[in-house]
């Protein structure tokens, strides 16, 4: 397929974005022990389909310009990755592990065991396992390819055999499955299971390279079928949500608790990624969107990779200017935490990539902008 930029896959990542920020907003806000549990299901409910709707994206990008018919350069693909994410990946893991020896004054963290095993599992910052796991689905490229081909075959029972797999792999993994071996090596392998096991979001990445190779049905699919993607998508929020809210309200389940329940791999969960995926992708897609919200959310895509290395640094400081004044995150202060986490966030990203245009080694570091790219 000749390259295309569709503006919709670029505010769906602006959007992501915001929801990531909100997710980790949420985890500050239980400081508080009276959370008010409906701003936390905003900020840590409603936004879980934002890490899993990153992997459609980026399948969605990387099988829009792909012909399966010809052999892939494996070569060729894994060198770019290589420069896209890997090198930022390691540059912020650095830094987020000099902060953490500096914070804790403990020289141990910079130790060479410490360093392989954050690398290895995307420990040096909470926001970074995502990057390995996206590293595994780059490593996999070929199996990915050769089953996009296969489901292509038979669209829509492939899809529905592999949704149905995904539920059942993800429920597994996350209420059966404990690590719990004898061998500390293997119990270390499960607990961080999450943080490089691509078989927890296998569907979503292979549902994204579906929908590229065949983007003018899916366009076609997204209009014939506009109502009944709203109706699904309010069916599985309000199935994520009532799950949430009967585990704290009936149950008993402390926020913290409920929301490691009530998450992304939950059955509802991944019915929710498939939802507001699919709609979200058809409300942007629309002519109608007025150009100040277009505007808004391509400033986001543009520099959400930047806002997704950096933000915790913005949130760490903002929390320790909150500790020193002795505020408590009440529900006002949450939302200005968030909005100012954001705000920080993007006048950084628009700073370095100004810095990166008379320093290119600094873009090149931090996000792996080629000065091909930029030029």
């Not at 010809?70 to 830094?95: A, C, E, G």
């Not at 059942?168 to 499955?177: A, R, T």
């Amino acid at each position: 397929m000749p390259k295309q930029k569709i503006p919709a896959l670029e505010y769906l990542r602006g959007i992501s974005m915001l929801g990531v920020l909100g997710i980790h907003t949420g985890a500050y806000s239980l400081s508080n022990p009276h959370t008010n549990i409906h701003l936390f299901a905003l900020l840590e409910i409603c936004s879980r389909f934002s890490v899993p709707i990153f992997f459609f994206i980026s399948a969605f990008g990387l099988f829009l310009h792909q012909d399966l018919s010809k052999p892939l350069d494996y070569w060729k693909f894994i060198k770019r990755r290589l420069r896209t994410v890997l090198l930022p990946y390691t540059v912020w893991s650095m830094l987020y592990i000099l902060y953490s020896a500096w914070q804790s004054h403990n020289l141990a963290v910079l130790g060479p065991l410490n360093i392989i095993k954050s690398l290895f599992f995307g420990l040096a910052s909470y926001q970074l396992y995502f990057l390995v796991v996206l590293l595994w689905f780059y490593a996999l490229m070929p199996l990915w390819r050769k089953a996009v081909y296969l489901i292509l075959q038979k669209p829509v029972c492939s899809l529905s055999g592999l949704l149905l797999m995904q539920i059942l792999f993800d429920y597994y993994s996350s209420y059966i499955l404990h690590a719990n071996f004898a061998n500390g090596f293997i119990n270390m392998l499960l607990e961080y299971r999450l943080n490089y096991w691509v078989m927890h979001y296998f569907f979503i990445f292979l549902l994204g390279g579906v929908c590229a190779v065949q983007y003018e049905q899916f366009k076609i699919f997204l209009h014939k079928f506009s109502h009944s993607i709203t109706v699904f998508f309010l069916f599985s929020l309000g199935g994520l949500l009532s799950f949430y809210y009967y585990l704290v309200l009936h149950k008993g389940y402390s926020l913290e608790e409920s929301v490691n329940t009530a998450h992304q791999l939950s059955p509802f969960g991944i019915l929710y990624t498939l939802g507001i995926t699919i709609f979200l992708f058809k409300i942007l897609s629309s002519p109608n969107i007025p150009k100040f919200l277009r505007a808004c959310l391509s400033l986001l895509g543009v520099h959400s990779y930047f806002i997704y290395l950096f933000h915790p640094f913005a949130m760490y400081g903002l929390t320790a200017y909150l500790h020193h004044h002795g505020i408590i995150m009440n529900g006002l202060v949450t939302i200005i935490f968030y909005l100012s986490a954001l705000s920080i966030s993007i006048l950084m990203a628009i700073m370095m990539k100004k810095a990166g245009t008379a320093l290119p080694l600094i873009s090149y570091l931090l996000t792996g902008a080629s000065k091909a790219k930029r030029s």
